[in-house]
């Protein structure tokens, strides 16, 4: 018995390493033009290594239920089809998609037997604390135009020098670095709960909880607060989870203006409340409006995976006839629309009527699970509503923004499906 | 029994070769840009990325900046037609309507000058840059006057 809990230890300690060399990848960003790609790669591959090894348990076996299947078929169908009658405009763009929903799935399946252990683990939480702290030192050396080790042509990665875009930490983008942060605040307040209520989880969350006040990204904060009432209902004894949660939100805020007073800030740090006053929905209700546009003229298959950018003129178009008033917009937004910010219009422009079906079924397979463990409370373990919680932030942060479909995020949405949706099967 | 179970490792066996395959090509690929246009090493790296499927579209737009900054001649402009088409069938925006406007420039059509201009009004309706352009597709061209791009490509 001995042996096989040290054997067990043994594994949960390699694969949280597997899974702390994933989260260390976006550091690894080489100093190329196709950097984002080549760390989608590098996010993948250790993702599928630690979803690897996880599948090899000594205790549990593989399971994956029909609506994954289902999921994947209707997925790849619409693009294979499209790929068939070669009425892609970029084929290549097309196929990485299906490669990297591939990835995400393999991922989902192969994790099954351990991701619920590893989820609810407190090793797990202590993990994305840790790694949540490394990401808001880095967000705050950027804000002070630090060129690390050497000149910007000779760095090797791009970490190591200034990207101009302050507090967006190692992704390079303010919102993603809100959602990683987000994610370890939410662990980090149900091991609180778990640990009746020790104050030392609590205050893991104050750099984190300060880090997400610095990226200035409203869609993070307003996440926090929809999973921070979440969490309030789950808790048995609320006053005391209440202030448990308050106290760092109020330590953070005061080091946030703490922050916001040094007079090197002032140019480079997004306000919070001008972003929240700011018209910046705007450009998002353009893309959304863009993208309806195009899967009303492909409806059925879609454009293909990853053709939104080659059929955004079409959709501007469109769009500017249907609703004249966005051109003041339209004229600010110089660029190709690659993402439509939001997941259910991705997948409607890009797979057409099966690409929603197939997002549907999660979202359906999603809401049934929330309901079972939030409302009835039915769960085998309390891994179910951690990974349950952390599938609705990704997701729900993809509803306006491009995160989830970025292999890091599609990683780690396909390690909590798989902790949600896998009920244990002893191996025989 | 035990060894079927590496197979498990082989979708990140073939995501770390696909890594390393592509930062290499991209090194290969940056260095080559770095060479002059009618050179051996420029033409040959170029060539290669424009084969890579996950170096392709990157090929394309390093094309296009380098014969923009170079100040490359009309008729090198005026031939890259085919790649300007590649480009903008993956990647629509002002940027790829720009460079569709300048070989049709080069390749003295106006009716080609035409269209991208006004695609590019359209597109951008307040913007001084898409009137200036419309305005010498309209006019200036026939004047004999030269084409003012942003070049943000």
């Given at each position: 018995m001995n042996r096989v809990i040290q054997t067990y230890n043994l594994n949960q300690t390699i694969t949280l390493s597997i899974w702390c060399l994933f989260f260390i990848t976006p550091f690894l960003s080489p100093n190329i033009f196709q950097a984002p790609t080549a760390v989608g790669l590098m996010a993948f591959s250790t993702a599928l290594f630690a979803a690897g090894w996880?599948?090899?348990?000594?205790?549990?076996?593989?399971?994956?239920?029909?609506?994954?299947?289902?999921?994947?078929?209707?997925?790849?169908?619409?693009?294979?089809?499209?790929?068939?009658?070669?009425?892609?405009?970029?084929?290549?763009?097309?196929?990485?998609?299906?490669?990297?929903?591939?990835?995400?799935?393999?991922i989902y399946a192969m994790a099954t037997p351990q991701a619920s252990s590893l989820l609810k683990s407190p090793y797990w939480a202590a993990l994305l604390a840790i790694i949540a702290h490394l990401y808001v030192i880095y967000a705050l050396l950027q804000s002070f135009d630090l060129h690390f080790l050497m000149p910007d042509k000779d760095a090797l990665f791009l970490v190591w020098f200034d990207q101009k875009s302050y507090y967006s930490g190692p992704f390079m983008q303010r919102n993603m670095q809100a959602l990683f942060l987000l994610i370890s605040i939410v662990f980090l307040w149900l091991h609180m709960i778990k640990h009746q209520y020790r104050w030392s989880w609590g205050a893991a969350t104050i750099v984190p909880i300060c880090g997400l006040l610095l990226t200035a990204s409203r869609s993070g904060i307003l996440i926090?607060?929809?999973?921070?009432?979440?969490?309030?209902?789950?808790?048995?004894?609320?006053p005391t989870y209440a202030l448990s949660v308050i106290w760092p939100i109020v330590l953070a805020w005061l080091i946030y203006s703490w922050i916001l007073i040094f007079?090197?800030?002032?140019?480079?740090?997004?306000?919070?409340?001008?972003?929240?006053?700011?018209?910046?929905?705007?450009?998002?209700?353009?893309?959304?409006?863009?993208?309806?546009?195009?899967?009303?003229?492909?409806?059925?298959?879609?454009?293909?995976?990853?053709?939104?950018?080659?059929?955004?003129?079409?959709?501007?178009?469109?769009?500017?006839?249907?609703?004249?008033?966005?051109?003041?917009?339209?004229?600010t937004m110089p660029f190709a629309h690659v993402w439509s910010h939001n997941i259910i219009l991705?997948?409607?422009?890009?797979?057409?009527?099966?690409?929603?079906?197939?997002?549907?079924?999660?979202?359906?397979?999603?809401f049934k699970q929330g309901w079972q463990c939030l409302i009835k409370k039915k769960y085998?373990?309390?891994?179910?509503?951690y990974a349950w919680l952390m599938s609705f932030i990704i997701l729900t942060h993809g509803m306006v923004s491009i995160s989830v479909m970025q292999p890091f995020f599609m990683a780690l949405l396909a390690l909590s499906l798989a902790a949600c949706f896998s009920p244990i099967h002893e191996k025989s | 029994m035990k060894s079927?179970?590496?197979?498990?490792?082989?979708?990140?066996?073939?995501?770390?070769?696909?890594?390393i395959h592509l930062i290499t090509a991209s090194v290969t690929l940056t260095e080559s840009v770095k060479a002059d246009i009618q050179s051996n090493l420029f033409i040959n790296g170029l060539g290669q990325a424009l084969d890579d499927p996950w170096l392709h579209h990157s090929a394309l737009r390093f094309y296009f900046r380098k014969i923009l900054a170079e100040n490359a001649g009309k008729s090198i402009w005026a031939n890259s037609n085919m790649f300007?088409?590649?480009?903008?069938?993956?990647?629509?925006?002002?940027?790829?309507?720009?460079?569709?406007?300048?070989?049709?420039?080069?390749?003295?059509?106006?009716?080609?000058?035409?269209?991208?201009?006004?695609?590019?009004?359209?597109?951008?309706?307040?913007?001084?840059?898409?009137?200036?352009?419309?305005?010498?597709?309209?006019?200036?061209?026939?004047?004999?006057?030269?084409?003012?791009?942003?070049?943000?490509?």
């Open positions: 996880m599948s090899i348990s000594p205790k549990y076996d593989a399971y994956i239920p029909p609506w994954a299947w289902l999921f994947l078929l209707l997925y790849l169908f619409p693009t294979a089809i499209l790929l068939l009658q070669g009425n892609v405009n970029s084929p290549w763009q097309a196929l990485k998609q299906c490669i990297y929903l591939t990835a995400a799935w393999l926090l607060l929809i999973a921070a009432i979440i969490i309030f209902l789950l808790s048995k004894d609320k007079p090197s800030t002032e140019s480079t740090l997004p306000n919070l409340v001008e972003r929240v006053e700011s018209t910046g929905v705007l450009p998002r209700i353009l893309v959304w409006t863009m993208s309806l546009q195009i899967f009303f003229t492909h409806p059925w298959l879609g454009v293909g995976w990853g053709n939104l950018p080659a059929h955004d003129m079409e959709g501007i178009i469109m769009a500017l006839d249907t609703y004249p008033t966005l051109a003041n917009i339209a004229s991705q997948f409607l422009v890009e797979g057409g009527v099966f690409g929603a079906t197939a997002i549907a079924v999660v979202l359906i397979v999603l085998t373990d309390e891994g179910e509503i | 079927l179970r590496l197979l498990f490792f082989l979708p990140s066996l073939f995501f770390i070769c696909l890594s300007a088409r590649a480009l903008w069938n993956q990647y629509q925006y002002v940027g790829t309507i720009e460079i569709m406007l300048v070989v049709a420039h080069a390749e003295d059509n106006p009716q080609e000058e035409l269209y991208w201009a006004t695609l590019y009004s359209k597109v951008l309706p307040r913007n001084k840059h898409a009137q200036a352009l419309l305005e010498h597709a309209l006019h200036g061209h026939a004047l004999g006057e030269p084409l003012e791009v942003e070049g943000k490509w």
